[in-house]
Every structure is written in structure tokens, then in C-alpha cells.
């Protein structure tokens, strides 16, 4: 179907049973949001809100919700998208089967912006912030946001919409210091397209002027989130993937989406900043509240019936993780393009994707090597750590595919090749004093902190305990110690105070180690706060290990050592503990929880839903 507009999907998805209206009235105020992570936790369809409180707009959520229901909106448009994005990253496919490829260039023009000398749009009427659904996620969150804009820019010095920037960056609408229907914040960080335009303006002593989209046929809002191709812009994937035009026309010297059911317009001006934040986001903890962009509001818009969409961040999976997946099936092996050599790169959701990737490598420059050890994988490591949102991670784990076959999906599998063969004492790489990504605050303030890349190759140097070393057991330095899988084992500690009695608990712990003797089954070893928390699942190990640890700082060893300034050690301890300087977790209201069964029960708009208590 190629929707024109936000409604053509949501009947769309209606006639085939992939959404359900809500009929009661819900409340923007903490219980859209409860009700959309329950549904989707449940892998429940999209939603409708027909009544919001306090506005008269409705509002849709979990439309990309799972990849199936993605794939179904844009199944007359999916094949023929990655068709295009493929011979962007391989013209010669073309070459090589000019039949199958004869329909590119049809839809490579129909995904041309189209402009409109119209001027606003009749079925828009000028509306107030204070008019739109003004949903509130979290409990701590600082205000009310826009969690999927499309946010429009065009670069200052040479304006136009092929050289334009379509990102999505959170919006605060309330809250805080912004006066009401004056002014919103915008979440970005300066590397951002959107970043690089307000540099430039800022540099010409101009205000840079932003459009921010909200609705519209669904591809609009897939596009922001793109990494696309060099040379291809958001504005022409959204009518690629939508099968229409990007329709735009300007008013007062600002970018019109045509088809958006919300347009908010305004201006950055050079240096101007408020406090935004705290908001709940995907790593499943708060992002604290710092000075970002405040965008003065020159104008709002909405479409005759426009319907406001949102999602819903915190501790995946949430919707989000169900759009990086669709993301991963649309670009296929656009990293293999990139990277030469790599065959997998994998940021692992469970784990806030940032902080930790899996990769699997070539390693052809090890049949002139006497000892078999990483050397391409170590090259494309920094390829990888120095690419794009790649080079937020903080961990990265890398081997080399030999003699069988293996992938980045398959975690206990992956990190058991990792583990058999990995030499602590030469396989370990840090990155010091280095850049982070904003949302982490395991690090050294914002957006500092350190990497480290974990390499392998080659037979197995040990086999891993399957179950708690007696070493481990008898230590009483060590509390509750449970197997999280072959090689790892999470320990208890005290409640972590600072570093220096932190580096003091740990030489202790390995002292004691030592004097048991050789633990090589157990590679290794995570302290934690709550040993039986971690254990549970792999994706609690994930989690609390990746997302509450900066390595250089909450890396240890047993034995370790320099030699020509690289560390290494006998087992590798990592601190996993809750730091005083980390934000907090993200922790469902309980009373917001309990006023949201209404919904579920027999009679109710979501009675068919089976639900399940929340992980958080």
C-alpha cells in the first residue's frame, strides 16, 4: 500500500487485524506509555488512542512493533527499496543482471522530492503546542516529548532540500525552563547532520531555521532513522520506500512536509541552550539533564484528523529494537561494503546496542605468522570503532570465522569461541580518554570514556567451566557465585562507594584467587551487586554487565601486569556494580500500572491482550 497519509495505515492495519482502537479515555500522563510497553511486551498489535486527555487529537503507537507488521506496511514497496539501497552499495550488481535491476531507475524517480508552489496545504489548520497530546513516558522524565520527529534542516551554505539533513531527535515539548508553546528543546549531539547545519549558521551569525515532522505516511518516519548510502538523502528513501513523492512546499521561509499530520516550525539561533532531560531512553536508565539546543517555535500545524504516533524507550526490547532489525534486513550487507573483510557486525540490543558489538572478521595474514594471533581482525576493530553509530560502543568482541561456523546472533555461542581462545595477556585492546556515546554514564563525565576490543583466533587455548569453579566457592571474599555461562561467573560484593576502595576490594579478591592456584576454566569473572539478578538471564548479564561498566576504569585482573605498556592478566574481573555517578534505572509507577489493568480486563478495548509483568 503506498498510504498518503498516517490514517490510510492505521485502517490499513485495522482491516487485517493488526492494530485495535482504544476507546476509553487514557491519559498522556504515564499511562499511554504503560500501555503501549505492556501490549508490545505481550508482541501485541498497534494501537489506537482515540481519546487523549486533555486534547483533541488521537494518537498511534507500536506501528513498527514487530518486523512482520514493518514488512506488511511496506510490502509493495520492500523489494524494490532494497534493490536500490544494494546498487548503491554495489553498482556492479546491475551490471551483472541488467533484467532484474530494469525497474530501478521507475522508482528511483518517483522517490524525488516533489514541490509544491501552493504554499501551506488547505487540510492544515495553525494549532499550539499545548494542543497536541503532550505524553509523558517515565516518571522522572523532565516533560513532555516527541519521541519519532522527523526533524528538517538545510545546510546554511547551500540551502535547498537535496543538501537537507531528516533526523530523529527526541523533542522536549514541557517542562523544565521551556515557556509553553515558545519554545521545545532538541536532543543532539553536534556530529549529528542537524549539528553540522547549526555549526555553520552559527559560524555566519544566523539562526538555523528547523521543521519538525511528526506523522505521515509511516516511510517518512522510517527515513529519519536511515543510515543511508553516500549521495542518498532521507527525503528520497522516504518516496522510495512510501512509492510516492515527498511532497514539500515552503511557508514564511520554512520546509512544509505536505503530507505530515503535525508540523512544528522554529528557529535555533547561535549559542542558545536550556536544560533538557531527564528522560527515560534505551539503555533502559534516565539521560540526566543537560544544556541542548532550544528551538524558539514560530508555527504549528496539524492536518484535518491528524493522528500523533509515539513510541515508547527504556530497557529493550522495545519498539526500537524492532526497528533496528528492520533496518538490518533493508541494508543487508551494507557493512560489508564499508568495512572490507568484515563478514558480521552485531550491536547487541540486550545490552543497549551502543555498548556492546559482536564481529566476526577475515584473518589472512595469519598464514605468514609462526603463532596464530589476531592481525587483519585488529585492523578492522578500528575500522569498526571509528565508524559511524559504531563508534559509540564501548566493548567490542572479535574473532575470525576458521573452521566452523559461528555468528555474532548466537551470544552464549559466540562469547564461548571468544573465551576458548582469546590470550588474556596479548588479546586485550583498550582505548583511553576517549569519546562515549551521550545516553552512557558509566564513564568519566558526559560523553567521555574508554573501549575496549576483546580479539580471537585460532584453537582453543581452554575449556570453560560449566559450572562455579571450587576456587570461586570457597573464597570469602565472594558471595553467591552462579555460572552465567561456560567461562563466566558473576560474584556479589559490597555496595561500590569510589574507585579507591573499589581497586582495594579487587586486589584483596585477587589476591585470594591467586592463592587458590590457576583458575583457567574461568576466564572471566563479573562483580556485581546482585550475583542471582545477572544470572537469571543472559539478557540481565548483558545488561547490567555492559551498560554499568566504563573499561578502563571497572576492568581488573587476576596476575595483571604491563609489558611494553599492554596489560593483561590470568582472569579478567569486571565491576558491574552501580556506581554513584550512573543514572538511575528506569522503574515502572506502580500505581500507573495498576490504573492501566481497566484496559485489559474482559469488555475492555485491550481484553484479549494476555499480558505479562514487566522485567523492569
Known amino acids: 500500500m503506498n498510504y498518503r497519509n498516517i490514517e490510510e495505515c492505521v485502517n490499513d492495519l485495522e482491516k487485517h487485524g493488526h492494530l485495535v482502537r482504544i476507546n476509553e479515555e487514557v491519559d498522556p500522563e504515564l499511562e499511554m506509555a504503560a500501555i503501549h ?9 498497534a494501537l489506537l488512542f482515540e481519546k487523549v486527555k486533555g486534547s483533541k487529537f488521537r494518537a498511534v503507537s507500536n506501528l513498527f512493533g514487530t518486523v512482520e507488521r514493518s514488512k506488511f506496511i511496506f510490502r509493495d514497496t520492500w523489494e524494490s527499496t532494497q534493490n536500490v539501497i544494494a546498487l548503491r552499495n554495489n553498482p556492479m550488481k546491475a551490471l551483472k543482471n541488467p533484467l532484474k535491476y530494469i525497474g530501478i531507475g521507475l522508482s528511483a524517480r518517483r522517490a524525488l522530492p516533489l514541490k509544491s508552489m501552493g504554499g501551506l496545504p488547505a487540510a492544515f489548520q495553525e494549532i499550539q503546542i499545548s494542543d497536541l497530546p503532550l505524553i509523558k513516558h517515565w516518571p522522572e522524565d523532565g516533560g513532555a ?7 528538517y534542516s538545510e545546510d546554511p551554505d547551500k540551502p535547498g532540500i ?3 539533513n531528516l533526523g530523529m531527535y527526541r523533542v522536549q515539548l514541557s517542562g ?5 508553546n515558545r519554545e521545545v528543546g532538541i536532543h543532539y549531539q553536534i556530529h549529528r547532520g542537524i549539528g553540522v547545519h547549526q555549526d555553520k549558521a552559527n559560524k555566519q551569525g544566523k539562526p538555523l531555521k528547523v521543521s519538525i515532522f511528526i506523522g505521515g505516511p509511516p516511510a517518512n518516519t522510517l527515513s529519519a532513522i536511515m543510515p543511508l548510502p553516500e549521495g542518498m538523502s532521507e527525503l528520497t528513501f522516504a518516496g522510495l520506500l ?16 505536505n503530507d505530515a499530520d503535525f508540523v512544528i516550525t522554529g528557529e535555533i539561533h547561535p549559542e542558545e541552550t536550556k536544560p533538557e532531560g531527564p528522560f527515560g531512553d534505551h539503555l533502559g536508565y534516565y539521560s540526566l539533564t543537560h544544556p541542548f539546543p532550544v528551538m524558539r517555535v514560530h508555527k504549528v500545524y496539524a492536518r484535518q484528523g491528524a493522528i500523533f504516533p509515539f513510541t515508547v524507550v527504556g530497557r529493550p526490547p522495545q519498539e526500537d529494537t524492532a526497528f533496528g532489525a528492520l533496518i538490518h534486513e533493508l541494508t543487508g550487507d551494507a557493512i560489508q561494503q564499508e568495512i572490507p573483510g568484515v563478514k558480521e557486525v552485531h550491536a547487541l540490543d540486550a545490552a543497549g546496542v551502543h555498548p556492546l558489538l559482536f564481529a566476526i572478521g577475515k584473518e589472512r595474514y595469519t598464514p605468514y605468522q609462526q603463532i596464530k594471533q589476531p592481525a587483519e581482525i585488529l585492523t578492522m576493530a578500528n575500522r569498526i570503532l571509528g565508524t559511524g553509530q559504531l563508534s559509540l560502543a564501548k566493548y567490542l568482541f572479535i574473532t575470525a570465522e576458521e573452521k566452523r561456523a ?18 588474556l595477556r596479548r588479546d586485550i585492546h583498550f582505548y583511553t580518554n576517549t569519546t562515549l556515546d551521550t545516553l552512557d554514564y558509566s564513564g568519566t563525565g558526559l560523553n567521555t570514556g574508554s573501549k575496549v576490543v576483546f580479539a580471537a583466533v585460532g584453537d582453543p587455548k581452554r575449556e570453560l567451566c560449566t559450572e562455579v569453579p571450587n576456587q570461586l566457592k570457597e573464597l570469602k571474599e565472594v558471595a553467591n557465585p552462579r555460572l552465567v555461562m ?3 561467573v558473576v560474584i556479589q560484593g559490597p555496595k561500590f562507594t569510589n574507585y579507591t576502595e573499589a581497586q582495594q576490594e579487587i586486589d584483596a579478591l585477587s589476591e585470594a584467587i591467586r592463592e587458590q592456584g590457576q583458575l583457567t576454566t574461568c576466564p572471566m569473572i563479573i562483580l556485581a551487586d546482585d550475583s542471582s539478578f545477572i544470572s537469571a538471564t543472559v539478557d540481565n548479564f548483558l545488561w547490567a554487565t555492559f551498560t554499568r561498566s566504563n573499561p578502563s576504569h571497572d576492568i581488573y585482573g587476576v596476575n595483571s601486569s604491563f609489558e611494553n605498556k ?5 582472569n579478567v574481573i569486571i565491576d558491574a556494580r552501580v556506581k554513584p555517578h550512573q543514572a538511575p534505572p528506569l522503574i515502572p509507577d506502580p500505581e500507573v500500572e495498576k490504573n492501566i489493568e481497566r484496559l485489559f480486563v474482559k469488555g475492555a478495548s485491550l481484553g484479549g491482550i494476555h499480558t505479562r509483568t514487566s522485567k523492569l
Open 176 to 180: 523544565n525552563d521551556y515557556e509553553m
Open 242 to 257: 512510501s512509492g510516492r513523492h515527498f511532497r514539500y512546499s515552503y511557508v514564511d521561509g520554512f520546509c512544509i512536509s
Open 486 to 488: 561456560p567461562g563466566i
Open 406 to 423: 559461528i555468528s555474532t546472533h548466537h551470544v552464549e555461542d559466540f562469547l564461548t569461541y571468544i573465551l576458548e581462545r582469546i590470550d
Open 162 to 164: 537535496m543538501n537537507s
Open 145 to 151: 516529548f516527541i519521541t519519532l520527529p522527523q526533524v
Open 566 to 570: 599492554h596489560w593483561g592478566c590470568d
Open 37 to 45: 510497553m505492556k501490549v508490545f511486551e505481550a508482541g501485541g498489535p
